[in-house]
């Protein structure tokens, strides 16, 4: 048998898991573990970062990005506490993510010593695997045990080690048991299940497929099904491109990160084929509508609205059984109507998009990305306005892929997405599009995709204020306080740090910055660029209740609406008036 410090050999088993790199930072109380990360440093990124949130942030981004488990690190007491918010975001996302934490060496601990804590119980709500260990030996034990819980229940583990512990040198040569990162366990739909949706598709005038996450890898299918049954889609926000973009039956998201064709195909929707997600804001959903719920999850049958129709299946099997269907809708009028609305909205974007005479706005910088970037390109989106602009703009119909904080929504996930994106997928193209509010929350850890030459491209959308919460306090009819922020110029700060800073004011210096920044990337550029985009503070339109059919919702409040948002019944008829005309 090999001896080694148990640091070391923990790194090992990271390494036998194809974990390439980890984020964290050093300290007296995880230095031994560290070193052994050092030791293996050939096979083992140790990532710096400036904040252990960044941290355990960039190992949730890993994880949504890739499938692959996140690994981020902390010291005790005030580092454990930091990677707290980047696993609770693992956890609401539903992804593998291992945080180790330091722990005072085994002499101290229950003196009252310097940074001591009783950490575990701190951990017990944010992570399904709990454990501290209490000899040097149990370290690879227990950490190959929390990298095999975090895949199996796609949720978060915590290993707490003493230092003194991983610095005990142990007999190690590995495991023999072979690391599986996939559950290849797959729900097989019955028969039965697929006949009773097929014989609800015969008899609905106007049925969607509303897809989530759970169809991720189902484009092709997802494709064939709407066009073999006429449905328009819908998708929730995080499931964005898996149906792509730029299809005419693709509405967007529904909500108040979504569009106004996928609110009004809901809204007029008898039949609703929900299938791979547990979005709580299908409750919203007309009444009258039958629902049919498809999920590989037995628990989440049910768990937001009560269904006509359950189908226990993962998605992809469940649409391969449907298409060996001999039947076939047809091409109606309602996802005539649903197309044209499409074309409208998308059309009306451009036009904002187009216009700055009073000031820069969000959808011309956003169009300019997706003008600009690949068609490989990752992206990080932050929390807050900048991810309606972002999930309404930006083109996921070919190889794209992005990371949000989808379910715990917090700020400042943009910039360590990028770093995560960058560092997974090194040789494709990345950019991340933050509030201002956001951004200032992490900017700092710039300096960690300095110092790792990475070129991502981070675009900051400066409207001085937290819009998002703007918008409520407009819609509660509250006083503008508390949101206003003091703007920076964030370009400069970048030169600052080592980065490349640009700021636009206007679309003829966006254009301009966006050909420079290309020719930069030909030439091999390895430094961060920061866009400072100051853009004009407009609420931006909510389509979590679009209010434009007057036959629903009457003149008064069709009329108020309309004004708000500046459109008008010419350029965003409403779908019913759509319809009709067809």
Known sequence: MTKITAGQALAKVLIDWDIDHIYGITADSINNTVDGFYKEKEKLNYIQVRHEEIGALAAAADAKLTG?????FGSAGPGA?????GLYDAKMDHVPVLAIVGQSATGVMNTNFFQEMNQDPMFVDVAE???????????PYVVDEAIRSAYATKSVSVVIIPDDLSGQEIE??????KPLKAITNQVVPKQEDVTAVLDALKEAKN????????????RKEVVAISEKFGLPVLSTAPATGVMPTDHKNFMGSWGRLGTKPAFEAGLMSDLVLFVGTNFPFARYLPETAKFIQVNNNLADLGKQRDADITVLADAKLFFAELLKSDFSGDESAFLKASQINKQNWDKWLNELASDDKEGLSAEGVIRAIKENSSDDAVFGLDVGNNTEWAIRQLPFDKQQRFSMSAWYGTMGFGLPAGLAGKLSY?????????GDGGYAMVMPDLLTEVKYNLPVINVVLENKAFGFIQHEKLMANQALYGINLLGADWAHM???MGAIGFTVTNLAELNDTMKKISELQAEGNTKPIVIDAKIKNVDPIDTSFVTVDENIFGKDMVAGYRKQYNISETSQPALSSILKQI
């Open 68 to 72: 692959k488990i996140g690994v981020s």
């Open 129 to 139: 695997f709990h454990k501290q260990v209490v000899s040097a030996e149990q370290i």
């Open 494 to 496: 970048a030169e600052d």
């Open 426 to 434: 090194p040789d494709r193209e990345v950019w991340t599009i933050s």
């Open 81 to 85: 506490v930091h990677l707290l918010n």
């Open 172 to 177: 190690f040569n590995g495991f023999k048991t």
């Open 207 to 218: 049925p969607i497929l509303w897809v989530g996450k759970g169809a991720y890898g189902a």
